[in-house]
């Protein structure tokens, strides 16, 4: 047995439960050893009972006096025992654990843990944890009792694997392969923190407090060091590329295009743009990440750094994750810079489009083989580009842009939009480039500092953070079951008045794990009778890229009142004529989420408002929601996600793709900044970490990205 043993195989664990293992993502050894107890129950305490004080836990030695399976009139089995330690008797119950009467016979000397408690007259324990004192059963760790008598590690469980038997397991299993853990951190970063193979030893089977707090210590120090080592060596290895040549920044030719815009940019849009100018200066690859607000006019400073691209003679690749998406942006940077005598393109490479060809297809010096770069016709069919737009200078499109298809020798900024993936497919994309263009990443998702320093410590961050000014505020209501009605009412007159309205659902169909959340194809069946006269369109994922573009074109161009969908509406077309969000479920969602959400509307001149529905009107749940009332920053909103809710329910983490924490945690900025100076210092010492073999290792273990 080694760290890489699929459980399967190991003796005692088998099939079924490799199955159930598999469900908490528990594949091997190492995924054991690695799933870290959530909580410890403090056992520690061994008293009689007579001097055990009722309602707190304890832990007894004592006596199995009698036990019986006990059958109520529902039919459901009831295990009760008398036990005896010398200097009182308690009642012991279990539900549905009729096979105890098998493993536990009168007579048997048993330690036992649980919350005392008094039913009636009688000294009872509900449920309690046991093992038999004469079984020898102890930790080959801690050489402790391992169910009772101690701090007892609690772990994230599905059915069928209970953290007793996950005790059981690691006792077994972690002396047998504790030879294979090496520690591969320096000593000067390591210090007094304990070695690897203490820190499983204690995080698992705790003597006391101490070890807790120190296998803590460690552990989160390595998980957000690695994070912090991986995305700094890709930050070097950007610095070692050679780029296009310096840009110059035109300004008189910027004042000019400033000139013809009808808004004026914000402090914060001139700030970011600043930023980008001074990379754009510096003669290194520019990577930057700029994050903003719904609204916030991204796209305008994007649309800007294309032009400077375009003045030092460079064409601009824009990148969006849809095809509508695409299409939006294709219009506004036609609008913007098309009067400045710039060619604009779109590619996306979807072969569906050579079916709406309205001309021959034409020899094109961009692509090299088959391929569409496209521009919308006005009556919306996609041709293929001809003429003056053969040598675009900016070119709009989706991940088809990566195409081997398309040249990219004059290549100097591409620019990406809401693609939380893309890291890794850039960096593969480009490895093999010894000249790269710039890189501009743009987001409306809203990350804390502490996520920014360590899930894109690669990237250099600029913030928008502020609002167009004249845009009116979003009025956020959270709605209570009794109130659903007249917000129906509402609903219907503004429509009425000829306004539009979205209505989110977390699910497409009704879950039987969340039977009371109203998914989009239930809700859309419902909302047709509340609203018989309105126009009803429905939105989901599952829906083919043409559906998905039919119904979202219908409810721009007004033919549809309400647009029923999942959250794949999240990043979308801007409709300025929808003035109302309504999300389902809402508890289900992020702060963060929802404040996304909610940026879809507030886009025109009209008042706008969100209106959060839930199922779950407890005062913890309700409390959170009421955040969006009174909170429109959408950087606050998602720290206090990130208190209430952790890191692995918000951000990041599934969503991104990125990194997943077991168990530390981006909410704590002090272990953040340390392991970031630990990994500058071990790049400032060796960068490409010859002197440092171990840690080589480990990482090319674990990542692609390694130094040369």
């Not at 989160?220 to 060091?225: A, N, P, Q, T, Y």
């Not at 041709?383 to 900016?394: A, C, S, T």
């Not at 990350?447 to 410590?457: D, E, K, Q």
């Not at 000829?498 to 069946?525: H, W």
Request: glycine content about 6%.
């Amino acid at each position: 047995m080694n760290l890489n043993t699929p459980l399967r195989h190991v003796t005692g664990i088998g099939y079924i439960q490799g199955r159930r293992l598999a469900e908490l993502n528990l594949l091997t050894v190492s995924d054991l050893i690695n799933h870290f107890p959530f909580r410890y129950e403090d056992f520690s305490e061994i008293v009689p009972i007579n001097e055990a004080e009722l309602n707190t836990k304890v832990t007894l030695k004592g006596e199995i006096w009698s036990i019986k399976n006990v059958y109520t009139k529902s039919r459901k089995v009831l295990t009760q025992a008398v036990f005896n330690d010398g200097s009182n008797s308690i009642n012991l119950t279990w539900f549905n654990s009729s096979y105890l009467t098998k493993s536990i016979l009168v007579g048997d000397k048993l330690q036992i843990s649980g919350k005392l408690t008094k039913y009636g007259s009688k000294l009872s324990i509900i449920m309690p944890v046991w093992e038999k004192l004469n079984s020898h059963q102890l930790s080959a760790i801690s050489h402790q009792p391992l169910h009772t008598g101690g701090l007892i590690p609690v772990y994230p469980e599905t059915e069928g694997l209970s953290s007793k038997w996950l005790r059981t397991k690691l006792s077994q299993i972690l002396p047998k392969v504790e030879l294979f853990i090496e520690d591969p951190m320096p000593e000067e970063i390591k210090g007094k923190m304990l070695n690897l193979k203490e820190a499983y030893k204690k995080i698992h089977f705790p003597q006391s407090e101490d070890d807790v707090k120190k296998s803590h210590e460690r552990l989160e120090f390595d998980e957000i060091f690695w994070i912090q080592l991986k995305t700094l060596i890709v930050k070097n290895l950007w610095k070692d590329k050679k780029p296009v040549e310096q840009f110059r920044i035109d300004n008189e030719q910027l004042t000019k295009f400033l000139t013809t815009l009808s808004f004026k940019l914000t402090d914060s849009q001139e700030k970011v743009l600043q930023e980008i100018f001074e990379d754009l200066k510096r003669g290194k690859p520019m990577n930057r990440l700029v994050q903003g607000e719904v609204g916030s006019g991204k796209t305008v400073v994007a649309a800007i750094a294309a032009y400077v691209a375009h003045l030092n003679g460079y064409t601009t690749q824009y990148m969006a994750p849809t095809e509508i998406l695409a299409f939006q942006h294709y219009a506004t940077f036609k609008k913007l810079l098309e009067p400045l005598g710039l060619n604009i393109g779109i590619y996306t490479g979807s072969r569906k489009f050579t079916k709406a060809q309205t001309h021959p297809p034409h020899p094109n010096p961009l692509l090299k083989g088959e391929g569409n770069l496209e521009i919308p016709s006005p009556s919306r069919k996609k041709v293929r580009m001809r003429g003056i737009l053969e040598n675009p200078d900016i070119i709009i499109g989706t991940h088809a842009l990566l195409s081997d298809k398309l040249k990219h020798e004059n290549l100097g900024l591409i620019i990406i939009d809401e693609q939380q993936r893309f890291g890794v497919e850039q960096r593969s994309f480009l490895r093999n480039k010894a000249k790269i263009p710039h890189f501009l990443t743009m987001t409306a998702t809203p990350i804390p500092r502490t996520v920014a320093l360590t899930l894109y410590g690669d990237l250099d961050l600029s913030i928008i953070s502020e609002l167009p000014k004249g845009r009116i505020p979003i009025k956020t209501h959270f709605v209570p079951g009794k109130k659903r009605d007249d917000a129906y009412k509402f609903i219907e007159q503004r429509v009425k008045e000829g306004e539009q309205v979205y209505l989110i659902t977390p699910f497409i169909e009704i879950s039987e794990t969340m039977a009371t959340v109203r998914a989009a194809k239930d809700e859309f069946e419902t909302l047709k009778k509340i609203f018989p006269k309105l126009r009803l369109g429905l939105l989901h994922g599952q829906l083919k890229s043409k559906e998905k573009d039919d119904v979202l074109n219908s409810f721009k161009d007004g033919k549809l009142d309400i647009l029923v969908s999942t959250s794949v509406v999240e990043v979308g077309v801007d409709v300025p004529n929808a003035t109302i969000m309504v999300i389902e479920g809402a508890e289900r969602f992020g702060l963060a989420q929802l404040h996304q959400l909610r940026g879809r509307v507030g886009r025109g001149t009209k008042q706008s408002y969100c209106f959060l529905f839930s199922t779950n009107e407890e005062s913890s749940v309700v409390s959170r929601l009421k955040n969006l009332e009174k909170i429109s920053d959408g950087l606050k909103l998602s720290e206090i996600d990130l208190r209430i809710r952790g890191s692995g329910e918000i951000f990041g983490l599934r969503q991104s793709g990125r990194f997943d924490l077991k168990i530390a945690s981006f909410n704590d900025l002090e272990l953040i900044e340390k392991t970031r100076a630990a990994a500058q210092r071990i790049l400032e010492n060796s960068p490409t970490l010859d002197i440092y073999p171990q840690l080589k290792v480990k990482l090319s273990a674990v990542d692609s990205v390694v130094p040369d």
